[in-house]
Structures are given as C-alpha cells and as structure tokens.
C-alpha cells in the first residue's frame, strides 16, 4: 500500500489512497514538470515526451507554507480550519 500511495497510477488511485490536491502541468524535461501555477518541480514523467500534458497529485503533507518564496507555487489563503489533529487550510 506505501508504494500505491507514494506513486498511484492515476488520479482515481491518488484520490482513493487519500486526500491529494491534482494540479495541471506539462513535461519540460525528464522527471521535471511545470505546474500551470508557474514553478517547475521534479515528478515521474514515466517517459512522457516534452510538453505532453500531465496531472500532478499533490499530498496535503508534502505541502508547507512561507513568507514570500524564492521558489513554490503563488496562492492565498481563504479559510484556516481547526480539525483537532491537524488544521485545514484553503
């Protein structure tokens, strides 16, 4: 089960395994993908040719916030939600 999660074979197994944020992209290089928000980040391309468009699922765990970024992704926060164990942010 660590492996499905860690590297689903689509977005169905992604969203099934847990919650995922599925962010647009295309290919640039091998292993290497451009999110639509701007920044380029190493992800399995299995092979994809460049500019072959792409989904990305994004772990809420792997995510972390910061001030102004020298890299990462743009975005603003709506809501911050306190759910015992741990907090949702949107």
Excluded: M, W
Excluded at 32 to 42: D, E, H, K, N
């Amino acid at each position: 089960p660590e492996a499905v999660y860690a590297a689903p074979a689509n977005a169905f197994v992604a969203s099934f395994f847990g919650p995922a944020n599925h962010v647009a992209g295309e290919v640039v290089d091998r292993d290497l993908v451009r999110l639509a928000a701007g920044p380029t980040l190493p992800a399995r391309t299995n092979g994809l040719a460049k500019g072959a468009p792409v989904t990305v699922a994004v772990r809420p765990e792997a995510l972390s916030f910061s001030g102004p970024p020298d890299s990462g992704a743009p975005g603003r926060v709506q809501a911050i939600l306190f759910a015992g164990a741990y907090v949702r942010v949107e």
